[in-house]
């Protein structure tokens, strides 16, 4: 076989690696919460480590990988990722399971920033139809199947098992690549932005710690507060370094193209509402309804099913209808899907959910397609490697975020829920805020169980209202978030953006900035592609990654 089919299998490879730990994880969280028994801030940070740092190090790795070499950065994050995978399999405590998950963002920022660049380097015409046809087609299936994968190896082995996985996989990548992937590098790379990628990744990192403190402390500690308070000037030093330095990682004056900014509100947005939810529909199916990881899984699929349906459709769609009217609507119905899940109660089973996926799963399904090409069609081709990159970032941050608000926001309400239908019941006034604690690690039975008899109907009840009441208040506060955002787009998305930028594919390695194309958007969209036509960039069909039982859990 040729050296440019085997960097197809070692890019596949890694592709389905680094997507299937995205949705992968998602389902073991209750389980990973009973063993090391984290706390519920700890939850947050697996998933938060991950992707700040995958958002924090992108642009930066993709200059590295221009300057010093694509086929070693590869190398790097493929060894990278594989010892966070087994770090994360060997933890003993939550800090360090959170150290190795942002180990594995790291080693994920860099096969962002260069799987696609290898694939550009070594196939064309033809041949690079097909390559990143195979690309996105195995991150779709890799994002789709990851919570069954999840359910089944949590279920049947242990939530050890998801990481475990990824071994045996990057083990052989890393071997393919040494033996058969050539080296390149972009003939004029330029230094890596330092004061933007030092000021970015500490901004980020004390923004979301101040909001994921916010929920165990409240709003006025005064350690959240100096967290706020630093995250915005360093935010704002981040904006002024860029201004500054002769080669940003990111040229705020791509802002000032209204479809850029409204790809980029949209790509907050998608990932910020239904994305940095499924931690939440997790831990209510699995915490709260009593159901097993694999079981959670099972009824997850009907969001990522949804979604692979109606991507290959969106795929198609994109040729002849403008961009705007996908991604605007889409994200509607994502609003609108997250909004009809509300209306939980202490009752609820897992069917109240069904109608609220399968739209959001359509909405995902129409957005995701055209949002990175959208990225990379409003500018010229040598900046595409910046534009997607972006547009990836502000992805990952919108989870990040997402999953902090919404966890000061579960807490608050969870709590106060507790209280008010514990507050006449005299065995238990007063202990709202101690029950809720043992609610949010996963003990709700246990805190059943240690009850006087006489309260354990009433303490039963009062836990599932609460928690169905904090859970309908975050799908209120993501479906607002999905629909503000696809407003936006429509607003800000223009035709004419398009028609501003020279009509063909972007060219493939460094641009002014040094960074390479990424086009992978998690939780899995397509290659990017510069717009045709009637300024409809096209992409390929490929879909985002995805009674009552009693308490405790069925396992």
């Not at 087994?86 to 096969?111: D, E, K, N």
């Not at 949209?266 to 009593?290: E, I, K, P």
């Not at 990836?392 to 579960?410: D, L, M």
């Not at 008010?420 to 604690?437: E, W, Y």
Request: glycine share 12%; aromatic share 6%.
């Amino acid at each position: 076989m040729e050296r440019r089919w085997w960097t197809l299998v070692a890019v596949l490879a890694s592709t389905f690696m680094l997507l299937l730990d995205i949705t992968i994880v998602v389902v073991a969280l209750p389980d990973i919460q009973q063993e090391l028994n984290t706390s519920f801030s700890d939850l947050q940070w697996v998933v938060d480590a991950y992707a700040l740092t995958l958002a924090a190090l992108l642009l930066t790795s993709g200059s590295l990988a221009d300057r010093y070499g694509r086929r070693l950065l590869f190398l790097i994050g493929l060894g990278t990722f594989t010892a966070g995978s087994a770090l994360c399999a060997a933890a003993q405590t939550p800090l360090m399971l959170i150290g190795s998950r942002a180990l594995q963002g790291v080693g994920g920022a860099i096969l962002f920033s260069t799987s696609l660049a290898l694939l550009a380097m070594n196939f064309h015409g033809r041949e690079r139809g097909i390559a990143f046809g195979a690309w996105g087609a195995v991150a779709g299936v890799s994002t789709a199947l990851g919570p069954i994968l999840g359910g089944l190896i949590t279920s049947g082995v242990s939530w050890r098992g998801i990481f475990w996985v990824n071994l045996p996989v990057g083990v052989a990548a890393i071997a393919i690549t040494l033996r058969k992937v050539g080296e390149s590098r972009a003939p004029h790379a330029h230094r890596p932005d330092l004061a933007g990628f030092a000021t970015l990744t500490s901004g980020l990192v004390a923004l979301v710690y101040g909001l994921i403190r916010a929920s165990a402390d409240g709003w006025g500690d005064a350690g959240v507060i100096i967290c706020l308070v630093l995250a915005a000037v360093l935010l704002v030093a981040f904006a002024v370094a860029e201004t500054r330095v002769a080669h940003p990682m990111f040229d705020l004056s791509l802002l000032r193209i209204p479809t850029f900014l409204g790809g980029s509100v949209a790509a907050f947005a998608m990932n910020g509402s239904l994305y940095a939810m499924l931690l939440y529909l997790t831990v209510y199916l699995q915490n709260d309804l009593g159901y097993s990881a694999l079981g959670a899984g099972l009824r997850m699929v009907v969001l990522s099913a949804t979604a692979m349906v109606v991507s290959a459709a969106a795929g198609r769609l994109s040729t002849v209808v403008p961009v705007r009217w996908l991604i605007g609507p889409g994200l509607a119905l994502v609003g609108a899907g997250l909004l009809l899940m509300a209306g939980l109660d202490a009752g609820s089973d897992w069917t109240h959910l069904i109608p609220g996926l399968v739209v959001a799963g359509a909405g995902s399904g129409l957005v995701n397609p055209p949002l990175a090409s959208t990225a990379v069609g409003v500018v010229h081709p040598f900046r595409s490697g910046m534009a997607s990159g972006v547009n990836t970032t502000f992805r990952q941050v919108g989870i990040a975020v997402g999953t902090a608000v919404y966890g000061s926001i579960f807490t608050a309400r969870l709590a106060h829920g507790l209280d008010d239908r514990l507050a006449g019941v005299p065995a238990l006034a007063g202990q709202a805020n101690q029950i809720a604690d043992a609610v949010h690690g996963g003990g709700a039975g246990q805190v059943i169980g240690a009850a006087p008899a006489a309260a354990r109907p009433v303490l039963t009840d009062a836990i599932h209202a609460s928690f169905a009441g904090a859970l309908n208040e975050l799908l209120i506060t993501a479906g607002i978030l999905a629909i503000l955002g696809g407003t936006l787009a429509l607003v800000l998305i223009r035709g004419k953006d398009f028609a501003a930028v020279p009509q063909q594919a972007p060219r493939t390695g460094a641009g002014p900035t040094g960074a390479t194309p990424t086009g992978a958007t998690p939780p899995g969209t397509p290659p990017a592609q510069a717009p045709t036509g009637d300024q409809t960039p096209p992409a390929p069909a490929q879909p985002p990654a995805e009674g009552k039982e009693p308490l405790p859990q069925d396992g």
